[in-house]
C-alpha cells in the first residue's frame, strides 16, 4: 500500500540585521534583508491583522487580497524580531489589528502589559476609551487600523528610547506603505513626533493635521491626545472628543502633497520637555 510522505517546510528566520541610522523623517527605510540561515522558528503567536469576530466582509478586489497577503507575510516576518532589547522580556510581538485597508490607522506609542499578553493593541481601559470615541463618529474598531511605534512592551511601561524606536522604524514604515491609509491618527508624544519627524510636543499640534510623505505616497497626519491621558486628567476628554469629531471631515478630504520640509531656522522652538508615557 502505498504511504503518503509529508515534506517539512523549515519557518524563514525574521530580520535580525542590525539597523541602519533612522531615514529622514517621512522616507521609509530600507528592511533588512533576512537570516542566510533561514531556520530559526519564529518566537511568540503571530497575530495577524484582522479582528478575530464578526461577520465575514465582502470579498475584496484582486489587489486588496494581494495586499492582505503581503501584511500577513510581513506580520510573520516582524514576529521573531531581536534588533532591540526589548524582545528579551516580551510575551510577543504586537504587529496591529484592524482593516487591512482600512482609510483611517491609529499609531500609538506601545504596547502595555494587557496588550504584551493577548497580542492586540489597546486591549486596556486606554482601548476601550478608544473604542468608545470611534463609537462617537459612527466607527467601530474592524473598520480602522491600530498599531503601535513599537512592537514590543518596554518594560514597566517605560518611554522607549531612541534606539528601539529607531529598530521598530523600518517596520513601522513598511506598515503603513502596505496599508496605504487616508489619514494617520497618532496617538501621543512619541507617535507624533515619530511620524512629523518634529520635536514639537503634542500639547502644541493636537488638533492640527498636516501632510506627510511617507515611503511612496502623502498622507494626512492628526496628532491626538492618547486616550489614556483623558484617563488621568478627565478634562482633556472633552479635548479629545472635539478632536476626534473631525475626523470624518478629515477622511472625506482628497489627499494632497506634501510640501517639502523647510530649513531648520537658527533659533529653533526647543523641544518640549518628556513626560511619562508620552501622553501629553
Do not use: W
Not at 516576518?77 to 510575551?91: D, F, I, K, N, P
Not at 474598531?141 to 512592551?153: E, G, L
Amino acid at each position: 500500500m502505498d504511504q503518503a510522505v509529508a515534506a517539512a517546510v523549515p519557518v524563514a528566520a525574521a530580520d535580525r540585521t542590525p539597523s541602519p541610522a533612522t531615514a529622514a523623517a517621512g522616507q521609509s527605510p530600507a528592511l533588512p534583508p533576512p537570516d542566510a540561515a533561514g531556520s530559526t522558528v519564529l518566537s511568540g503567536p503571530v497575530r495577524l491583522s484582522t479582528v478575530p469576530f464578526g461577520p465575514a466582509p465582502p470579498a475584496a478586489p484582486e489587489d486588496a487580497r494581494t495586499q492582505l497577503t503581503e501584511l500577513e507575510a510581513f506580520a510573520r516576518q516582524v514576529a521573531g524580531c531581536t534588533r532591540c532589547r526589548l524582545h528579551e522580556g516580551r510575551t510577543q510581538v504586537v504587529f496591529g489589528v484592524g482593516d487591512p485597508h482600512a482609510d483611517l490607522m491609529f499609531i500609538g506609542e506601545a504596547p502595555g502589559f494587557h496588550e504584551d499578553k493577548q497580542g492586540y493593541p489597546f486591549v486596556g481601559q486606554a482601548g476601550k476609551l478608544l473604542d468608545k470615541l470611534l463609537a462617537g463618529i459612527g466607527l467601530e474598531r474592524s473598520q480602522v487600523y491600530i498599531a503601535n511605534v513599537i512592537k514590543c512592551r518596554p518594560p514597566g511601561n517605560r518611554d522607549p528610547v531612541p534606539d528601539e524606536k529607531e529598530a521598530c522604524e523600518p517596520y513601522l514604515f513598511r506598515q503603513v506603505e502596505l496599508i496605504r491609509p487616508k489619514v494617520i491618527a497618532t496617538l501621543g508624544n512619541h507617535a507624533t513626533k515619530q511620524l512629523s519627524g518634529k520635536e514639537t510636543g503634542i500639547t502644541r499640534v493636537h488638533g492640527q493635521e498636516q501632510q506627510i510623505h511617507v515611503g511612496s505616497f502623502d498622507v494626512l497626519l492628526y496628532p491626538l491626545y492618547h486616550p489614556a491621558a483623558a484617563l488621568y486628567t478627565p478634562a482633556m476628554l472633552t479635548v479629545l472628543e472635539q478632536d476626534f469629531a473631525r475626523l470624518p471631515e478629515l477622511l472625506g478630504r482628497p489627499v494632497a502633497a506634501a510640501e517639502p520640509a523647510a530649513p531648520q531656522l537658527a533659533a529653533a522652538v526647543a523641544a518640549e520637555p518628556a513626560v511619562q508615557l508620552g501622553l501629553f
